[in-house]
């Protein structure tokens, strides 16, 4: 599992190999709201015909689909979720909407709340959105980190700047879960402005922060990213082993996992994908101007396609064991400061 | 341009128009024959037949004329020997296809009657 992977997952189809489910929604239309109220009230396949009846139902039906917002299943509430921000009828959905996504009930609620988040971005971003927006920027003064860290990135999403600098001042929050949504939400919306936040997140307490500060480096960066991205997924890298050896010695799994994000995320997977993103992008015209140098000869190596197996490069330069041979010194502290060289190199 | 050949012109393309409207008409009889082949090994008990049956006749969008209604028929009322569930599924895929809005009432039915609608076998 990378950062990557963690995002699209949250937003898979939920109609995803149910054909029956899956034909009805796409071929429904509104004269089939009342058949499909009657379905959901009789609780046959609630979430996915509640999904259906937002796509298809008439706004009044906004009311109907606002009642299982407290249901005790999180599959209903997150249908709701997702039906409030298709059906049109912003003034039932918008309140039900911020309920959900403010909800701290239970421990399964998180999905819930990011359905809430991201039907509140399509309601944001549409013409008449602003007062989606205003509630939005209302959401960043609440006392839940991680109802701000939500309410920010969508507001972020919306286009406006208060969300995105919201979310920069969060990678620092005591919380690492809060940090590792902020950063996750910086990467998914390409924050450039952001660079140097997520350059110190690389040297983050918790191995999720920093996986999810590679990928989100790898979404802004570009080919010159590709030092900087090796080197601290290498201390990365030596910090697992280390905690891993803490595991090994009897520290309870589930702590080293919470306190550290130990498990979470496939680091050198994460390393591959961010290398493959940034070099995608062209390189800044202030880096073409060094490179065309011959103080920038050096770095342009980076730019040369791997003939290794995909996962060649990142493994070879980034095993301790290599490194030790490499440079002659222990293998994290040989790094020399990840977010050093980042200044540096930005 | 003189009038023996804009005539001689003008009947080239007659004869090209008539000659692509033989060649459509042939070719939507050849797969109204498959069609109808197809919606046979829809009605058959067999998993394997009628399923690659409901897979296919996806394919011929031009024809649904002829395959909504088998296929709404063997989500309402048919049984297979093995396997239902992903046979209803394969139909409904395939009336989803064939953009059959005719096809939700019957749908929902199925939805309704609680017959099992959802993978049951490996694939």
Sequence with gaps: MTPADRLAARAADPFCARGVLGAIHELADSTHSNALANLITAGTFRPELLITLGKVGLPRYANFIGRYKDDAGAEVRQAVATALGLIDNVTVALPALVHLLAARTAADEFPVRWEASESLIRIAKRKDGDGARRRLAELLSERDAMTVTLGARALAAAGDARGVQKLRDLTTHADARVREEATLALGALADVGGREALGRRLQDVSLAVRATAVYALGRIGDASMAATLRAAVQQALAYEQALEQRKQRGEPEAALRAQYGLGDYDLRETLQQALDDAGRRPLRASRRRRARSGAGRARLADRRPSRGPRWGMGVALVTPRNEHRRTGEPGAAAVGGAVNQFRENH | ?123
């Design chain 2, 1 to 123: 341009m003189s009038r023996p050949t804009r005539f001689g012109c003008l009947t080239l393309l007659a004869i090209a128009v008539a000659l692509t409207l033989t060649v459509d008409a042939g070719a939507q009889e050849g797969d109204a024959a498959r069609v109808g082949a197809l919606i046979q090994d829809l009605q058959s008990r067999d998993f394997d037949r009628a399923h690659a049956a409901a897979e296919r006749l996806r394919e011929f969008p031009a024809q649904r004329a002829q395959s909504v209604p088998a296929l709404v028929q063997a989500i309402a009322s048919r049984e297979w020997d093995r396997c239902s569930a992903d046979m209803r599924d394969a139909a409904a895929l395939a009336l989803a296809a064939l953009k059959a809005k005719d096809a939700v009432v019957p749908l929902l039915d199925l939805v309704k009657s609680g017959k099992p609608i959802e993978h049951e076998c490996f694939e």
